[in-house]
């Protein structure tokens, strides 16, 4: 008997051990997204076989947060759509999404109608190739990687272009910007329209002294809430500008001049 009972101590033991094994793997696999919410719809771009949670975020107090329930929101995965069944708690919302992600990963490019050349698709800080890397469907709008790319683990950043009423406006999915990807974006932008070559650096959060050691001017400036460094290359010229983004103007500094524009 008493054999009996530690045997029995012995698997419940071992069958807790696995089953919190299987847990904390599960746990360890979930994916995160952020995407903006938009008439009590929000779209997670890359599709999730299972949800864990879903996370009302204010995007104006990003502290603010709520946790959905389950009954509280539905999940297509054909269409990578969250809607939320009622009301949401704050005026401009950021969802935030945890999940199982669809094997192989796979991405919705919901409102893109035009051909795979307009599509570009960088993964650690290198162009991907259509049919290698990935293969896109225009009937679908799914991109679907190639089985042994973990994008939970990878510098992903893709863009593409859409109509709107003021024209042609660029939509990106990514968790990663950097020069690498800003050259590449560039001269992607540069085959597709022409014209100069014009390559957008981000510095927001870089010190405006360390700014200007690099571009080789002054900017006698304030500490601005964004900063890019733009580049452009054009007859064997390079100019560069410094664009610095306050709550109510921006000011574009060059080597010779300061201009402020009010919004």
């Given at each position: 008997m008493?054999?009996?009972l530690?045997?029995?101590?012995?698997?419940?033991?071992?069958?807790?051990?696995l089953s919190?094994?299987n847990l904390?793997?599960?746990?360890?696999?979930?994916?995160?997204i952020?995407?903006?919410?938009?008439n009590?719809?929000?779209?997670?771009?890359f599709?999730?076989?299972?949800?864990?949670?879903?996370?009302i975020?204010?995007?104006?107090?990003?502290?603010?947060?709520?946790?959905?329930?389950?009954?509280?929101y539905?999940?297509?995965?054909?269409?990578?759509?969250?809607?939320?069944?009622?009301?949401?708690?704050?005026?401009?919302c950021?969802?935030?999404v945890?999940?199982?992600?669809?094997?192989?990963?796979?991405?919705y490019?919901?409102?893109?109608?035009?051909t795979?050349?307009e599509?570009?698709?960088i993964?650690?800080?290198?162009?991907a190739?259509?049919?290698?890397?990935?293969?896109?469907d225009?009937?679908?709008?799914?991109?679907?990687?190639?089985?042994?790319?973990?994008?939970?683990?990878?510098?992903?950043?893709?863009?593409?272009?859409?109509?709107?009423?003021?024209?042609?406006?660029?939509?990106?999915i990514?968790?990663?910007?950097?020069?690498?990807?800003?050259?590449l974006?560039?001269?992607?932008?540069?085959?597709?329209?022409?014209?100069?070559?014009?390559?957008?650096?981000?510095?927001t959060?870089?010190?405006?002294?360390k700014?200007?050691?690099?571009?080789?001017?002054?900017?006698?400036l304030?500490?601005?809430?964004?900063?890019?460094?733009?580049?452009?290359?054009?007859?064997n010229?390079?100019?560069?500008?410094?664009?610095?983004?306050?709550?109510?103007?921006?000011?574009?500094c060059?080597?010779?001049?300061t201009?402020?524009?009010?919004?």
């Amino acid at each position: 008997m008493k054999k009996l009972l530690i045997a029995l101590f012995i698997s419940c033991f071992l069958i807790a051990a696995l089953s919190a094994a299987n847990l904390s793997v599960s746990k360890d696999k979930l994916f995160p997204i952020e995407t903006e919410v938009v008439n009590r719809t929000a779209t997670t771009y890359f599709v999730y076989a299972g949800i864990d949670s879903v996370e009302i975020i204010n995007a104006n107090q990003k502290l603010q947060k709520t946790k959905l329930k389950k009954n509280e929101y539905t999940y297509d995965k054909a269409t990578a759509c969250i809607r939320f069944k009622k009301e949401l708690p704050y005026e401009n919302c950021i969802v935030k999404v945890k999940g199982l992600p669809a094997v192989p990963y796979s991405c919705y490019l919901k409102d893109f109608d035009g051909t795979k050349s307009e599509l570009l698709v960088i993964l650690n800080n290198l162009t991907a190739v259509e049919k290698k890397d990935y293969v896109y469907d225009p009937k679908t709008k799914l991109i679907v990687f190639r089985p042994d790319i973990d994008i939970s683990n990878t510098s992903y950043y893709m863009v593409y272009y859409v109509q709107t009423g003021n024209g042609v406006v660029s939509k990106t999915i990514s968790n990663d910007f950097n020069d690498t990807i800003a050259e590449l974006h560039a001269r992607h932008n540069q085959q597709l329209f022409g014209g100069p070559l014009v390559i957008y650096k981000d510095r927001t959060g870089v010190p405006l002294f360390k700014v200007a050691q690099e571009v080789g001017f002054k900017l006698n400036l304030w500490p601005p809430r964004a900063c890019t460094i733009c580049e452009t290359y054009e007859n064997n010229r390079k100019n560069v500008t410094v664009l610095c983004y306050y709550r109510d103007r921006y000011i574009e500094c060059t080597e010779n001049k300061t201009i402020e524009y009010r919004y």
